[in-house]
């Protein structure tokens, strides 16, 4: 990989983000998709000859987003029964700002070290 693949690559991120971010909801599909892809740029990132310094910048950024669900027990039942679902509408609407920020945080990051590449290589 050479630093023109890795500032393409970086822009696409940050484009896909936008993009995932302007269509509304964000399914974890969607967002787990890429960051698989924005992992697998990070290992060829680690595995190739760029400057050290990019790779440890590249190795920096952290994505901080689970598959953790919501544990469906006895509790659960029962809350969504009493309030009339309310409770399973509000994990839904507390789920999609996790993945929007998650996404935002990516999108930013990525952009911020496409500039940094192409301002310095």
């Known amino acids: 990989m050479d630093i023109s693949t890795s500032i393409k690559y970086l822009n696409y991120v940050s484009q896909e983000c936008e993009r995932l971010l302007r269509d509304g909801q964000v399914t974890d599909e969607e967002l787990m998709h890429l ?3 924005f992992e697998r740029f990070q290992n060829q990132v680690r595995e190739s000859v760029l400057p050290e310094e990019l790779k440890s910048k590249v190795s920096e950024i952290k994505l901080n987003y689970t598959l953790k669900g919501v544990e469906r027990g006895k509790w659960f039942i029962v809350a969504a029964f009493l309030t009339f679902g309310a409770w399973a509408i509000i994990i ?7 993945r929007k920020q998650t996404l935002k945080d990516l999108k930013f990051d990525t952009s911020r070290l496409s500039s940094f590449v192409t301002l310095n290589y």
Do not use: A, L
Request: glycine letters at 0%; charged letters at 30%; aromatic letters at 0%.
């Open 35 to 37: 960051i698989i892809e």
């Open 92 to 98: 839904h609407m507390r789920k999609q700002s996790n």
